[in-house]
Structure formats: C-alpha cells, structure tokens
C-alpha cells in the first residue's frame, strides 16, 4: 500500500510540471492558452506574477517526487511530509479551479490514504 501511495504521489509530482510549464511558456504545443490569471480569470497576476506561481507548481513537483522517494525508504518524516505537500498542492489548485479539479480530488485521496497510515 505504501508503495501504491508512492508512485500515485511521484505521478501527482510530475503532473504538476504543467502547470510550471504553462507559466513560462515551456509547452506552446500542449493545446493550453498562456493565461497570466487565477481564481477562473478573476485576478490577473500579470507575466512576472504567473511565472512565480509557476514556480511554486514546480517546487511541490519536486517535494512530492521527494516525499514519493521517503515513502518507498520508509523514513521517518514521509507521512507529515507528505500531509504538508499535498496541503501545498491543495493551495495552488484552488487556484487554477475549475481547471485543476482532478488535482484537487487527488490531493484529497492521498491525504485520506496518509488518515490509514
């Protein structure tokens, strides 16, 4: 079951790349408009204020890439890692709602599957 949580958590990390992606501009061929808002278009960050969210989608790639990694291990801190991550990605997919709902419905069953650990 660990295991299991793992690779869903490092596919959710990797998944999360888009949204870094889309914000500076990496993946013009992936069908998704450049948009510079948040909040379903109601809050416009602008070119600079996209790219740090974009940043942010990248950090919580890689921290649930990590975190995939401490659960495979077995350390000691995966699971709060692991709450604190999801909690992040939670976060920056409330911003990109109603786009990013099926992030959110992952986030919320790896945080009810860390409830069994």
């Known amino acids: 079951m660990r295991v299991a949580l793992a690779m869903l958590m490092a596919i959710h990390g990797i998944a999360h790349t888009a949204g870094f992606a889309e914000s500076w501009r990496l993946a013009p061929a992936s069908g998704v408009p450049y948009r510079t808002t948040v ?8 070119d600079s204020g996209i790219r740090t969210i974009g940043v942010l989608w990248l950090g919580v ?10 659960t495979v291990l077995d350390t000691w801190w995966w699971r709060p890692a692991a709450a604190a991550t ?7 997919t409330f911003l990109e709602l109603p786009q990013a709902r099926l992030g959110t419905l ?3 069953i790896i945080l009810a599957l ?3 650990f």
């Open 61 to 70: 790639a890689i921290a649930f890439l990590c975190v995939a990694a401490a």
């Open 39 to 46: 909040f379903g278009g109601r809050l416009d960050l602008g």
């Open 86 to 92: 999801a909690c992040a990605s939670i976060a920056l």
């Open 106 to 108: 992952i986030n919320v």
């Open 114 to 116: 860390l409830l069994l």
